[in-house]
Nanobody, 113 residues
Framework: QVQLVESGGGLVQPGGSLRLSCAAS????????MGWYRQVPGKQRELVAV?????NYADSVKGRFTISRDNAKNTVYLQMNSLKPEDSGVYYC?????????WGQGTQVTVSS
């Protein structure tokens, strides 16, 4: 089993920054992808950014968010700059190992003045 522990969410004003972290532990072997999804009430969970053999971002966050991964620590980060109210939601860490998906418990990000 794989466990994902997220940190770094919170309340921030528009234009501010937050950095999310997600550390994976347990039976780690062939990680195919690590990334972040976001969910708001009444909507499906949507991709924000993911690292596979390359990096992909949702169009809405390109140029503002940066995803990075520390393979030695099995940790993925999401640096979020120039935050907007529409970036608010619960951010879930995602890991795909041997085609099996794992999810973190979620961390709340609220962008509001």
């Amino acid at each position: 089993q794989v466990q994902l522990v997220e940190s770094g969410g919170g309340l921030v004003q528009p234009g501010g920054s937050l950095r999310l972290s997600c550390a994976a532990s347990g039976s780690i072997s062939q990680i195919l992808a690590m990334g972040w999804y976001r969910q708001v009430p009444g909507k499906q969970r949507e991709l924000v950014a993911v690292v596979t053999s390359n990096i992909n971002y949702a169009d809405s966050v390109k140029g503002r968010f940066t995803i990075s991964r520390d393979n030695a620590k099995n940790t993925v980060y999401l640096q979020m700059n120039s935050l907007k109210p529409e970036d608010s939601g619960v951010y879930y860490c995602y890991l795909n190992q041997k085609l099996v998906p794992y999810w973190g418990q979620g961390t709340q990000v609220t962008v509001s003045s």
